[in-house]
């Protein structure tokens, strides 16, 4: 998993492209990035897979802030982020949700 941030110059803003490798991703159909930035909606943000396999999708994200978020693998499993920036306790099912600052 990778997560690379691009800030914006113009406003309080960055670009944030998370990635799930093509290592994990060519066993995969569908990948979905879910997180406070979307209201935890599991359909959203469907990631798209690449040639190589791997799964990328990018969210503008205001600049300032942490967002929890986790990815939904073929709509039944969930996965944090190894390169997370944190990780906090998921208070729902006690597992822990990956954390991005921005």
């Known amino acids: 998993m990778s997560i690379k941030k691009q ?3 113009t406003k309080p803003e960055a670009n944030v492209t ?8 060519k066993e995969l159909n569908k990948v979905n990035l879910v997180g406070e930035f979307n209201n935890w909606d599991e359909s ?15 969210v ?7 967002y ?6 073929d709509g039944a499993a969930w996965e944090n982020d190894e390169e997370a920036d ?17």
């Open 18 to 25: 998370f990635q799930v490798p093509a290592s994990k991703g």
């Open 68 to 73: 929890q978020f986790r990815y939904l693998l």
């Open 7 to 9: 800030y914006l110059k």
């Open 44 to 58: 959203a943000i469907e990631m798209k897979k690449l040639k190589s396999g791997a799964f990328k999708a990018t």
């Open 86 to 102: 944190a990780y906090v306790p998921n208070n729902l099912t006690y597992e822990e949700n990956s954390v991005v600052t921005v």
């Open 60 to 66: 503008k994200l205001a600049s300032g802030n942490d």
